[in-house]
């Protein structure tokens, strides 16, 4: 199964991501966590993607690219996985095309002001990517998962996540009309729990 899940920043790409992994076994392949990573571990990739991500930008297409074609020539990309963040610019998914096939296009809808909701509630663990929302943590603040402390990501400050969101519009809306042309394109309305949306994602695929 090969996968892209499209949506707005905070629709969650990620939280259905991780879910999907489970569902499929195969493995997630974020390319905001690749990026984080090369940032927190300062190679060329991470020092050139920090001024664009910090200022909610898209990085460049040829770097992203690059990344992904790599990523999926990995053994455990071989039965499937899950593109979540990638493509974002109709340019992405044409070079897309060139190395991969893909089965569904999972594009997550929510309005603005639950998007802002939940990108200022958001507190990620910066060791495993975990992701949680304040409002369902009853207080913890380490993760479940590997017990690391969780924090607030830089490119969450309400200023950004407006930035993101424009960036979204005019870069990734695109990609909606693109894949539904080839008739690959589902939309799955994000605004419940996440089992409920969990469950519509799932409900979409078997289509
Ligand atoms: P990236 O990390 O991909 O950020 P994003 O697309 O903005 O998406 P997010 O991770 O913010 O949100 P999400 O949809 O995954 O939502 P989540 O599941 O966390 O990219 C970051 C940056 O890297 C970009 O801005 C760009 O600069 C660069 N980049 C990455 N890919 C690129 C590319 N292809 N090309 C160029 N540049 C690229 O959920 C959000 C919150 O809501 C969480 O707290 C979650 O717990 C909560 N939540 C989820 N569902 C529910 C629910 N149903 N009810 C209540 N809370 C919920």
């Not at 479940?144 to 930035?163: A, F, M, N, P, S």
Request: one cysteine or more; aromatic letters at 4%; hydrophobic letters at 35%.
């Amino acid at each position: 199964m090969k996968i892209i899940l499209l949506g707005p920043p905070g629709a969650g790409k990620g939280t259905h991501a991780q879910k999907l992994v489970n569902d499929f076994n195969v493995p997630q392949i974020s390319t905001g966590d690749i990026l984080r990573k090369a940032i927190r571990e300062e190679t060329e990739v991470g020092k050139q993607a920090k001024t664009y991500i910090d200022q909610g930008q898209l990085v460049p297409d040829f770097v992203v690219i690059e990344i992904v074609r790599q990523r999926l020539n990995e053994g455990d990309c071989q039965n499937g996985y899950i593109l979540d963040g990638f493509p974002r610019t109709i340019v992405q998914a044409e070079k897309l095309k060139e190395f991969a096939e893909i089965d569904a296009v999972i594009n997550l809808v929510l309005s603005d002001e639950a998007i802002i909701n939940r990108l200022s509630g958001r507190r990620v663990c910066s060791t495993c990517g975990g992701t949680y929302h304040v409002s369902l943590l009853n207080g913890k603040e380490h993760c479940e998962k590997c017990g690391e402390k969780l924090i607030q990501r830089e490119d969450d400050k309400e200023e950004t996540i407006k930035k993101r969101l424009n960036v979204y519009n005019v870069q990734t809306a695109p990609l909606i009309e693109h894949y539904k042309k080839i008739n690959i394109l589902h939309d799955v309305d994000c605004s419940g729990t996440i089992e409920q949306n969990h469950k519509a994602v799932l409900e979409a695929l078997k289509k």
